[in-house]
């Protein structure tokens, strides 16, 4: 069973110049710009049978999300992955996102103050990926015991992608998961 992505807010944070290099990465090609609005994309030589993606361009269009999921499910059948493992790919921002997981590493701390970066473990698409983050003062602390004795947290903050890389920006809400506590 595959997992379908429906959260509004999750596909509304799609960006269409990012899912267009995707498209261009994976062979497919730009059969018809439509204004400012939309770009179809093809994925192969334009025939009636060709599978297309029609990309919106506008994210504040109201159907801008039910687009983005139609492009999620043809790309699900064509590529033969799942929805979760290609929304992965496709990630390059989630505002105020909440991630649960473990410390894995504190950086060297700052010397002029008590805080420094830290690397998590989360949960991001379905799948543990390491996350880049900086934590100052009372959510420094918290990491430190949270490393030290492999306690799982929540923290809250935007999630961006660079290079590959996750980062948790504007982290808040720093709190130890007591649900694994007994």
Known sequence: MNVKIKDIELLKNLQPDKISYYLESKGWKQAQKIDDTAIIWTSGN???????????LNCELLDFPLSMNLMLETLEAIENRSQVEILADLITGLPNTTI???????????????SGEITLLGVIADKLRKIKTELADKNYIL????????????CTGDLIKENQTFILKN?????LDDLWQN
């Open 46 to 56: 334009f025939t009636p049978e060709t599978p297309q993606i029609v990309l919106p």
């Open 100 to 114: 649960q997981g473990v410390v894995m590493q504190i950086h060297t701390p700052n010397a002029d103050k008590l």
């Open 143 to 154: 990491a430190i015991k949270a490393y030290q004795e492999r306690l799982p947290f929540l």
């Open 171 to 175: 982290p808040r809400n720093f709190t």
